[in-house]
């Protein structure tokens, strides 16, 4: 089956920086999106995207749907400390596909 | 709005002990599912209902059973659980019976298995 691969499995980060996160196939998809999870909670959808090339943003965070459609990327800015969780990437590769998820990165942001 | 809500949030179960998860949305989503995620594994999908009355089997789902009580309401049930059960588990719904649509989560439910 589809897999999204997300690397590393962890970052650590000074409060201020910028970071990015990507998420790579070898498998096209048509749908890329993003969620974060905080400690003893569900996953939140951040951003959903839906054409290669769209470049979406929400806040200081930033997200684009690669041109391959094998690949989306995930950047954060000013990084404060409630940025800290997990993030996935998930991905439909078509229209009655089940949602794939990556395993995550775990982002710390030191003070 | 309470979108999904799962219950219990913890629970403790021996060996060969049954149990049923429950879950609730109010969004009025056609599609609801049950996920595991365990430690470097991520999310993995045990039971989908694309629609009510509809169920199908996801990536993981020996060892569970689950039920579409109604449109708002879809339980997981672990018949004989196992320690290989031990985990985190999550209800999410989405708008549309297709498979393509945003997945809201519910809050999780941390099993131990003894």
């Known amino acids: 089956g589809q897999q999204l691969n997300q690397s590393p499995q962890s970052m650590f980060i000074q409060e201020g920086e910028d970071v990015s996160m990507n998420c790579t196939s070898s498998s096209i998809f048509n749908t890329w999106l993003w969620y974060k999870q905080e400690p003893g909670e569900g996953p939140v959808l951040l951003i959903a995207l839906y054409k290669a090339g769209e470049l979406t943003s929400n806040g200081r965070l930033t997200a684009q749907f690669g041109i391959t459609r094998k690949d989306s990327f995930l950047n954060i800015s000013a990084s404060i400390p409630s940025d800290v969780g997990i993030y996935f990437c998930?991905?439909?590769?078509?229209?009655?596909?089940?949602?794939?998820f990556g395993k995550g990165i775990t982002l710390s942001v030191r003070p | 709005n309470a979108g999904v809500t799962q219950t219990p949030k913890f629970q403790v179960l021996k060996t060969g002990q049954s149990m049923t998860l429950q879950c609730a949305q109010d969004m009025n989503h056609n599609s609801m599912y049950w996920y595991r995620q365990d430690p470097g594994m991520g999310l993995r999908l045990i039971y989908y209902s694309a629609s009510e009355g509809t169920t199908d089997k996801g990536e993981v789902p020996n060892g569970y059973n689950v039920s579409r009580l109604n449109k708002r309401e879809f339980s997981l049930r672990l018949e004989s659980a196992a320690p290989s059960q031990t985990s985190v588990y999550f209800c999410?719904?989405?708008?549309?019976?297709?498979?393509?649509?945003?997945?809201?989560f519910g809050s999780g439910t941390q099993l131990s298995v003894l």
């Open positions: 998930a991905g439909h590769t078509g229209a009655n596909s089940k949602l794939t």
């Open positions: 999410a719904s989405s708008q549309t019976g297709a498979l393509n649509e945003k997945l809201f």
